[in-house]
Antibody, heavy 120, light 111 residues
C-alpha cells in the first residue's frame, strides 16, 4: 500500500524559502502512471493546487505561484520536494503531497499534511 | 484560485438526502473532463470519495453518488449519517491551466 509522508520545517521566516519533502513508501516515484503533486490549505479555507512533477522531471505549476515555486524529484530516495521562495504570512498553510493518477487527474493517495507557519 | 464553485454549506437530518453542486466552465467540466470528489473529515487530509464521475474506491458506501451535466456536477448523499459530517470538494482538470482545479468546498452538517 502506497503511503506518502511530508517533512520539513514547521516555521519559516518571511522572505525566506519554504522547503518540504514528500517520501513515498510502498511504491515508486519512477512509475509513469502518476504525477506527484503538492496542494496546500490555509486554516479554515479550501484546497489550492500548487503543481505537479512527473518522473521525467517535467513540471507544471499553478500560475499564481509559478514565479516562486520549484519542484524536484529524487528517484534514489523515492522522494519529491517543494521549494517556495520569498514567503509571506499568506503562505501559512497545511501542505499536502499527493499522488495523481494519469491521465484521469485524480489524487488517490494523500500524505497526512504538514503545517507550515510563516512568521518572524 | 478556485474555478469550481460550490455552495459553502448544506445540511440535513439523519436519513435525508442532500446534494452538493459544483459549477465550472468550458475549460474544465464543460470540456468533458472528469469530475472527482473528496471528503475531508475535521483535522484530516482529504480522501478520494468518487473518481471518474461514477466510481467509488473500496470502502466508500454507495450512499454517495454523483452526476454531471454541461458545466456542472453534483454529489448526492442519501441516507445521511452523522459520520458524513465533513467538508466536500470537487476537482477536475482545467485546460487553461494545464493542471487541475478544486472546488471552493462545501461543509455538510448533519442536524
Amino acid at each position: 500500500q502506497v503511503q506518502l509522508q511530508e517533512s520539513g520545517p514547521g516555521l519559516v521566516k518571511p522572505s525566506e524559502t519554504l522547503s518540504l519533502t514528500c517520501t513515498v513508501s510502498g511504491g515508486s516515484v519512477s512509475g509513469g502512471s502518476y504525477y506527484w503533486s503538492w496542494i496546500r490549505q490555509p486554516a479554515g479555507k479550501g484546497l489550492e493546487w500548487i503543481g505537479y512533477i512527473y518522473y521525467s522531471g517535467s513540471t507544471n505549476y499553478n500560475p499564481s505561484l509559478k514565479s516562486r515555486v520549484t519542484f524536484s524529484l529524487d528517484t534514489s530516495k523515492n522522494q519529491f520536494s517543494l521549494k517556495l521562495s520569498s514567503v509571506t504570512a499568506a503562505d501559512t498553510a497545511v501542505y499536502y503531497c499527493a499522488r495523481v493518477l494519469r491521465p484521469q487527474w485524480y489524487m488517490d493517495v494523500w500524505g497526512k499534511g504538514t503545517t507550515v507557519t510563516v512568521s518572524s | 484560485q478556485s474555478v469550481l464553485t460550490q455552495p459553502p454549506s448544506v445540511s440535513g437530518a439523519p436519513g435525508q438526502r442532500v446534494t452538493i453542486s459544483c459549477t465550472g466552465s468550458s475549460s474544465n467540466i464543460g470540456a468533458g473532463y472528469d469530475v472527482h470528489w473528496y471528503q475531508q473529515l475535521p483535522g484530516t487530509a482529504p480522501k478520494l470519495l468518487i473518481y471518474d464521475n461514477t466510481n467509488r474506491p473500496s470502502g466508500v458506501p454507495d450512499r454517495f453518488s454523483d452526476s454531471k451535466s454541461g458545466t456542472s456536477a453534483s454529489l448526492a448523499i442519501t441516507g445521511l449519517q452523522a459520520e458524513d459530517e465533513a467538508d466536500y470538494y470537487c476537482q477536475s482538470y482545467d485546460s487553461s491551466l494545464s493542471g487541475y482545479v478544486f472546488g471552493t468546498g462545501t461543509k455538510v452538517t448533519v442536524l
